[in-house]
């Protein structure tokens, strides 16, 4: 029976059962020849290949797969044909960018529908309306979203380049919840936490303490990053549509 079983195992090694050497290549299988003369069939598991940008396109210099985009990065599909990630540091930086106006294009998608939906005036002409509740001068909105936004920008750009420094004590008006405030993930842009994660989407917290679900996070941020990008689309539609005084309610005939 040892025999037997041996003979068969060695027998999967050769070119009429495997194709040959190219069909042996094409499947991820090797034959190995150890010192004493023994053939052995080694199958080893061929790498996924990375998705690309273009459809039916697998590779092929910088345009279609630049090295510098390793696959590591939710939602890489090798596009960048201006080469603006090749700085690892700016990589970064625009992925936090993106990131960012991607969640507020979410945001200004929904408004732009419900508020058209409940009051009936267009998006583009809801500060101009008169019937608009506006408790504060243009001038004051405008001072008050500068000093409040650069402050909050300012702190993110210094946390981008020296993480959780930003998290400590003395770094916020709040140093009774500054824990609340710090990257519980260790990654930037996805800080999770108590504060940033309270309905327990990408971790759990077990006496007190936020414990991230590095399985759930990945699928996240895969998931929001394909929103993002479809909401900034929609974004880029809508001032198109504005300029023709249209709205996408009326564009759907609603």
Same mark, same amino acid.
Request: proline fraction near 7%.
């Given at each position: 029976?040892?025999?037997?079983?041996?003979?068969?195992?060695?027998?999967?090694?050769?070119?009429?059962?495997?194709?040959?050497?190219?069909?042996?290549?094409?499947?991820?299988?090797?034959?190995?020849?150890?010192?004493?003369?023994?053939?052995?069939?080694?199958?080893?598991?061929?790498?996924?290949?990375?998705?690309?940008?273009?459809?039916?396109?697998?590779?092929?210099?910088?345009?279609?797969?630049?090295?510098?985009?390793?696959?590591?990065? +939710? =939602?890489?599909?090798? !596009? #960048? @044909? $201006? *080469? &603006?990630?090749?700085?690892?540091?700016?990589?970064?930086?625009?992925?936090?960018?993106?990131?960012?106006?991607?969640?507020?294009?979410?945001?200004?998608?929904?408004?732009?529908?419900?508020?058209?939906?409940?009051?009936?005036?267009?998006?583009?002409?809801?500060?101009?309306?008169?019937?608009?509740?506006?408790?504060?001068?243009?001038?004051?909105?405008?001072?008050?979203?500068?000093?409040?936004?650069?402050?909050?920008?300012?702190?993110?750009?210094?946390?981008?380049?020296?993480?959780?420094?930003?998290?400590?004590?003395?770094?916020?008006?709040?140093?009774?919840?500054?824990?609340?405030?710090?990257?519980?993930?260790?990654?930037?842009?996805? +800080? =999770?936490?108590?504060? !940033? #994660? @309270? $309905? *327990? &989407?990408?971790?759990?917290?077990?006496?007190?303490?936020?414990?991230?679900?590095?399985?759930?996070?990945?699928?996240?941020?895969?998931?929001?990053?394909?929103?993002?990008?479809?909401?900034?689309?929609?974004?880029?539609?809508?001032?198109?549509?504005?300029?023709?005084?249209?709205?996408?309610?009326?564009?759907?005939?609603?």
């Amino acid at each position: 029976m040892a025999a037997t079983s041996g003979t068969v195992i060695n027998g999967l090694g050769s070119p009429f059962l495997c194709g040959g050497k190219r069909s042996q290549a094409l499947l991820g299988a090797r034959v190995a020849t150890p010192a004493s003369g023994t053939r052995k069939l080694v199958v080893v598991a061929a790498a996924a290949p990375k998705k690309s940008w273009i459809p039916g396109v697998r590779g092929g210099g910088n345009f279609i797969n630049p090295e510098w985009l390793d696959g590591s990065l +939710p =939602g890489d599909y090798g !596009f #960048d @044909p $201006l *080469g &603006l990630g090749k700085d690892p540091a700016f990589l970064r930086w625009y992925r936090e960018a993106e990131l960012i106006h991607g969640r507020w294009a979410m945001t200004a998608v929904v408004g732009i529908f419900v508020g058209q939906a409940w009051s009936g005036v267009p998006w583009f002409e809801a500060g101009a309306d008169p019937g608009a509740i506006a408790p504060f001068s243009f001038g004051s909105l405008l001072g008050t979203q500068l000093i409040l936004m650069g402050w909050v920008e300012s702190k993110r750009w210094v946390d981008f380049f020296n993480p959780q420094s930003q998290s400590v004590e003395w770094a916020t008006p709040w140093s009774k919840t500054a824990e609340n405030f710090a990257n519980a993930t260790g990654e930037q842009g996805y +800080p =999770g936490g108590k504060f !940033f #994660d @309270p $309905l *327990g &989407l990408a971790g759990t917290i077990q006496n007190g303490v936020y414990i991230p679900d590095y399985d759930k996070l990945e699928r996240l941020k895969l998931a929001e990053i394909k929103h993002a990008r479809i909401a900034m689309l929609a974004m880029l539609i809508f001032y198109f549509e504005a300029g023709q005084g249209k709205t996408p309610l009326g564009a759907l005939g609603l």
